[in-house]
């Protein structure tokens, strides 16, 4: 947010005032500190959390108050963060109301605006209650109020005492059984008082010279409203408005948040404290100015359709340019347009700086402007003839020399790895399928080889056991060895009878009588056969 609260800031003094009971030093707590220590802790958060001219004071209390802190402002409490974390216990039980008389003593010397007291007791063990009724009244009428801090649960015994005290003292109760949230639960009380600062006066409004960066109406300068909070500028943001009273404080409050937008108006734009805003002629108009800042509208093109204004960054320098109608007839401008550009950077004020624009050739003119990180451009354009252009405002997303190198954009990253790898570049992926290698794929056969094994094993049992296997080898082996001998002894047979045959032709004609086709086919044995190897050779020498 642009704004802070009075916490925050310290414009108006807030009184914190804590007094604390003292009984648990001896009891750890599960994160390995004592609730004392976290009770230290809380009233150290609230410390913290006050500005320089808020005023605190801290008592410790058991049986009698123990003044910690005397009531003064926070600048001018060198070491009060020590003597807070500090603070053990000293005995004794937990007199409630010795603990608050003593606090009411404290308040009605402070110069505060808003005093509060925040009381720190056991729901089990609050003892005491005295008048307290009474005692409450009297802190109502002095403008005090009174939360309570119980650590246990509603259904203790002495919850119910503890909840009438933060009822009849205008404040808030919190129960808790964790001491570790001790902390959270005094800064959250804390923040809820800071928050009582809404000005019910009828106020008068002046508009300030940034409201011109949310819209080129001034709405006529001023206005007035029935009540705002009040709050102030955080550095680095911007005001709109701002009230005519002692606080000037901001009315309209806007910034950048990296690329986005963040505004808050502090008024009421519909209620009691609406007033006269509600009847003022303008307030549409604003309001919805202020919208279209936020949501980042385009802004109104004032130049007419012949001119277009862009904006670029690139290696930190800002380049806005104008296009001209290439088609145009005569030049919309007798002078060079100028810009008035509105510098802001991180915790410094603003700085406004004009510009005029060049030509870059025929149809556009440029000016450039260095930008680094921590700064952003709001540029207003002038051109003769037409209203003033606002264009948007222009940040670096981060230092020039923090911006990623092009090595990394595919465009050249791609490529220079492929050389790296030995790989190759490949826009179309079709191609992928037509030059794949060839590669050897290899299957699995080890479960086949178990299986082969097993079959063999019982094979091998079976014919240790039975000889079946080796029989049917036996008995083949006998019909093949009986077909050939009697293939053989048939081939004998037949020799033998062609041989008588020839003797008988040779002694009755005197002659040698060759065989006929048909004796030789039936005494030429087959190929192979050492019978009829055997057969040749006879032959030949019967020849001779």
Request: with cysteine; aromatic share 8%.
């Amino acid at each position: 947010m642009p704004i802070r609260n009075l916490t925050e800031h310290g414009s108006k003094p807030e009184l914190e005032f804590i007094f604390e009971n003292k009984i648990w030093e001896t009891i750890e707590s599960k994160y390995g500190k004592t609730k004392m220590d976290l009770a230290n802790l809380a009233t150290a958060e609230v410390f913290n959390m006050l500005h320089d001219r808020d005023e605190i004071g801290v008592i410790a209390v058991d049986s009698s108050p123990h003044t910690i802190i005397p009531i003064n402002e926070k600048a001018n409490l060198d070491g009060a963060y020590d003597k807070i974390m500090s603070i053990g216990s000293q005995g004794g039980g937990i007199f409630v109301y010795t603990g608050m008389i003593a606090g009411l003593k404290m308040l009605i010397k402070a110069k505060a605006g808003t005093k509060h007291i925040v009381l720190f007791a056991d729901a089990a063990d609050a003892e005491e209650p005295g008048r307290y009724k009474e005692l409450l009244a009297k802190c109502q009428k002095s403008g005090i109020t009174v939360s309570v801090m119980a650590l246990g649960r509603e259904s203790d015994c002495d919850a119910k005492f503890l909840m009438d005290v933060a009822k009849r003292g205008y404040g808030q109760i919190y129960f808790t059984v964790n001491a570790s949230e001790l902390p959270r639960l005094f800064a959250q009380d804390t923040f809820v008082i800071a928050r009582n600062s809404f000005v019910e006066e009828n106020t008068q409004v002046n508009l300030t010279a940034g409201m011109r960066m949310l819209s080129n109406d001034n709405f006529g300068g001023k206005f007035s409203f029935g009540g705002f909070n009040l709050c102030f500028l955080k550095p680095g943001a911007e005001a709109g408005a701002i009230t005519t009273d002692e606080n000037s404080a901001p009315v309209v409050a806007f910034h950048q948040v990296g690329t986005g937008r963040v505004l808050c108006y502090t008024g009421e734009t519909d209620g009691v404290y609406t007033g006269a805003f509600a009847n003022w002629a303008q307030a549409g108009n604003f309001l919805g100015s202020l919208a279209r800042w936020t949501s980042g509208s385009k802004n109104t093109n004032n130049v007419g359709d012949s001119m277009l204004f862009t904006q670029t960054l690139r290696n930190g320098v800002h380049r806005i340019t104008l296009h001209l109608d290439p088609d145009r007839k005569v030049e919309p401008f007798k002078k060079l347009p100028t810009l008035l550009s509105m510098t802001s950077r991180h915790g410094m004020p603003p700085k406004s700086i004009k510009l005029k624009m060049r030509w870059d050739d025929s149809d556009t003119l440029v000016c450039e402007m260095p930008l680094d990180s921590t700064q952003t451009n709001l540029t207003t354009a002038h051109v003769e003839g037409f209203k003033p252009q606002m264009l948007d405002p222009v940040k670096l997303m981060y230092s020039p020399e923090f911006e990623p190198s092009k090595m990394l954009d595919s465009k050249y990253s791609i490529p220079r790895l492929s050389t790296l790898t030995g790989g190759k570049e490949r826009a179309n992926l079709e191609s992928i399928w037509q030059d794949m290698p060839v590669t050897v794929r290899t299957r699995p056969i080890a479960k086949w080889l178990v299986l082969a094994a097993l079959i063999i094993l019982l094979l091998e049992v079976l014919e240790h056991r039975t000889g079946v296997i080796s029989m049917v080898f036996v008995n083949n082996a006998i019909k093949a060895k009986k077909t050939k001998l009697t293939e053989k002894d048939s081939d004998q047979a037949t020799q033998k009878a062609v041989k008588r045959q020839r003797k008988t032709k040779k002694s009755s004609s005197g002659k040698e009588v060759k065989p006929s086709k048909a004796e030789e086919k039936i005494l030429e044995p087959p190929e192979n056969n050492n019978m009829s190897n055997a057969f040749r050779r006879a032959k030949g020498k019967t020849r001779k």
